[in-house]
């Protein structure tokens, strides 16, 4: 079952200089940065109340993140998904017809274990599933 927006994802080209940005907006600091090697990204994690914010910059031009700014430019990248199972979550999706890019989950930002749905089954939103990764 989905559970709720987990976080929005932002394609920036510079983390550095939106950082100044949404800390001037959230009037605070981020409270995480972390790059995820696969996906050669670095991100920058803001929380305000519920909300979380994610935003994400290519650290190679082959990463997905250039290759969306580089199509669409800086804006709102994907939208996030809390799942209590990915698993089970994966699987009933996909017996309802959609594009899964992911149909393993795999590891993501800040201990989650994540999946991506196609654009092309949903409308043109990228929507990324994300539980907690249980503790080993
Ligand atoms: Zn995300």
Not at 15 to 43: G, H
Not at 95 to 112: R, S, Y
Request: some cysteine; aromatic content about 8%.
């Amino acid at each position: 079952m989905i559970q709720k927006i987990e976080h929005i994802g932002i394609a920036v080209k510079d983390a550095e200089a939106s950082e100044k940005v949404f800390n001037a907006l959230f009037n605070q600091k981020p409270y995480k940065k972390e790059i995820v090697e696969s996906e050669m990204v670095q991100t920058v994690f803001y929380q305000s109340g519920p909300n979380k914010i994610e935003l994400l910059q290519a650290l190679s031009p082959d990463s997905a993140i250039a290759k969306f700014i580089e199509k669409k430019g800086e804006g709102i990248h994907h939208i996030a998904f809390a799942v209590e199972d990915i698993y089970a979550e994966i699987e009933r999706l996909k017996e309802e017809g959609f594009q899964l890019i992911h149909e393993t989950p795999k590891a993501g930002a800040d201990n989650k274990l994540i999946a991506f749905l196609h654009p092309k089954s949903t409308n043109g939103v990228l929507i990324e599933l994300c539980m907690d990764k249980p503790l080993e």
